[in-house]
């Protein structure tokens, strides 16, 4: 299945179930970028690639490939997992603050936008892969994130629900995160 969703600007925003690597030319972008302007040694597009893998090995659950593309080029991607989630493969633990019952609520990891394409992150969430799930019947998605920049958005859209310290790969810089609620339907 792929589907395009939505399109403004010559950008197509669709959804497919299966995985390319091109998709990850958004994370490799902004890996390059954050090298440039304050790198912290996380490299998202091997721990994106090692969630995807153990989403795919473990079973019981599925995994949404949202992208944005131009001109046949990936430029953002976004991950949304259904399913009988494992919130320790996303989280690294249990997390208490689910409300919702299995099966109506999802996960949300790896919001990207390559740098040179930013500027629709927050309609592409908000008017498409939200309306989205809330179609198929989804309450609410849960994600979190370390990225200080994007709190604000998540904010706007849902509420924070929990908060976490992580380090870095090399344990060099410590990372605050959040966690975040959003209402689907």
């Known amino acids: 299945m792929r589907d395009i969703l939505y ?27 954050k090298q440039a302007h304050g790198w912290d040694d996380y490299d998202e597009v091997k721990h994106a690639g090692s969630l995807i893998l153990a989403v795919l090995t473990k079973g019981g659950m599925q995994m949404d490939f949202h992208f944005m593309e131009k001109q ?28 919702e019952p299995e099966g109506q609520y999802l996960f949300f990891n790896y919001f990207h936008i390559a740098p040179t394409d930013r ?42 629900v929990g908060s976490y310290t992580t380090y870095s790969d090399n344990k060099l810089y410590k990372r605050k995160g959040r966690i975040y609620r959003i209402g689907v339907g």
Not at 73 to 97: H, N, R, V
């Open 72 to 99: 046949g080029e990936y430029c953002g991607i976004a991950l949304c997992t259904t399913g009988q989630l494992d919130s320790e493969i996303f989280f690294g633990a249990k997390i208490p603050m689910i409300s």
């Open 7 to 33: 399109s403004q600007d010559g950008y197509d925003f669709g959804v497919t179930d299966s995985f390319e690597p091109a998709m990850l030319r958004p994370i490799i972008e902004n890996l390059k970028y």
């Open 119 to 160: 500027g629709y992150g927050e309609k592409w969430l908000r008017d498409v892969i939200i309306p989205y799930y809330a179609l198929v019947g989804y309450e609410a998605m849960y994600l979190k994130t370390t990225h200080e920049k994007s709190f604000s958005l998540y904010s706007r859209l849902g509420r924070q």
